[in-house]
C-alpha cells in the first residue's frame, strides 16, 4: 500500500477511444501531479494542482485533460492519443504549501502502463 | 534555472561491491536534492534527500550521498551492494527559493544491475 493508488494499472486504447486513469491518495496532502515517464526520458511533469486549483499546465497537448474534484482524487482524461503517447503515468502527491514544502516529498502511485495502438 | 545530469544510464557491480551512482547538478540557486528509487512495476520512492545541515546524508536501506558544493555534485553510495537494489535510481532538484515539488527537475535514471 503506497498511499497513492492508480487504476488501471495497464491501459491500451486506440486513437479515436476516450479513456480516464484515476488516481486517489490517502495521505492528507493537499497537491497532487501527473508525470509521464517515457523510456530512456528524464520524467515530465504535466500537470500539478494544489487545493484543488491547477498550479501548473507544462504545454501538455489538450487531448489530455486533467481534473481534480477534491484534494484526494485526481483524473487526466484521455481522448484522440498518438502512439507517441505511450508511456507509463504516473501520479504524486505531497503536502504543499508554495514554499518550504522541501519536508514533504511526493509520494508516487505505481502508475498506469498506457500504449495507444 | 537548474538541471541534473546523472552519469551512466547503466551500472552493474556484483553482490557485495560498492555501489556508486552519479549526480552533478546546475543550479543558480541552493539547491534541494533528493535521489528516488523506482524498482519494476512500481512508482517512485524517497530514497534520501539533502536540504540543509550535515552534507552527509543517510537513507534508507542502507544509502547515502554527499553533498558537495564545490564539485556541483550529490553522488549515491552503498558499502555492499544486495540483490534486491536493482532498480532505476533517479536524481532531482529543486530550488530552495520555492522548495516547492511543483519545480522537481528529475534525471535520466541509472538502471542498476546486481550480477550474482
Known amino acids: 500500500e503506497t498511499g497513492v493508488t492508480q487504476t488501471p494499472r495497464h491501459l491500451v486504447m486506440g486513437m479515436t477511444n476516450k479513456k480516464s486513469l484515476k488516481c486517489e491518495q490517502h495521505l492528507g496532502h493537499n497537491a497532487m501531479y501527473w508525470y509521464k515517464q517515457s523510456a530512456k526520458k528524464p520524467l515530465e511533469l504535466m500537470f500539478v494542482y494544489s487545493l484543488e486549483e491547477r498550479v501548473e499546465n507544462n504545454s501538455v497537448p489538450s487531448r489530455f485533460s486533467p481534473e481534480c474534484p477534491n484534494s484526494s482524487h ?12 505511450s508511456a507509463l503515468y504516473l501520479c504524486a502527491s505531497s503536502r504543499d504549501s ?6 514533504s516529498p511526493l509520494h508516487f502511485g ?4 498506457l500504449t495507444v495502438t | 534555472a537548474q538541471s541534473v545530469t546523472q552519469l551512466g544510464s547503466h551500472v552493474s557491480v556484483s553482490e557485495g561491491a ?7 547538478y546546475s543550479s543558480s540557486v541552493p539547491p ?8 519494476p512495476n512500481q512508482g517512485l520512492q524517497l530514497l534520501l534527500k539533502y536540504t540543509t545541515g550535515a552534507t552527509l546524508v543517510k537513507g534508507i536501506n542502507g544509502f547515502e550521498a554527499e553533498f558537495k558544493k564545490s564539485e ?7 558499502p555492499s551492494a544486495h540483490m534486491s ?19 522537481l527537475t528529475f534525471g535520466s535514471g541509472t538502471q542498476l544491475t546486481v550480477l550474482p
Open chain 2, 72 to 78: 556541483t555534485s550529490f553522488h549515491l553510495t552503498k
Open chain 2, 85 to 103: 537494489d536493482a532498480a532505476e535510481y533517479f536524481c532531482a532538484v529543486t530550488r530552495i527559493s520555492s522548495g516547492s515539488a511543483r519545480q
Open chain 1, 74 to 85: 485526481l483524473f487526466l482524461h484521455l481522448h484522440t492519443l498518438q502512439p507517441e503517447d
Open chain 2, 18 to 24: 560498492l555501489v556508486l551512482l552519479r549526480c552533478n
Open chain 1, 110 to 113: 505505481n502508475g498506469t502502463r
Open chain 1, 98 to 103: 508554495g514554499q518550504s514544502s522541501y519536508n
Open chain 2, 32 to 39: 534541494y536534492l533528493f535521489w528516488y528509487v523506482q524498482y
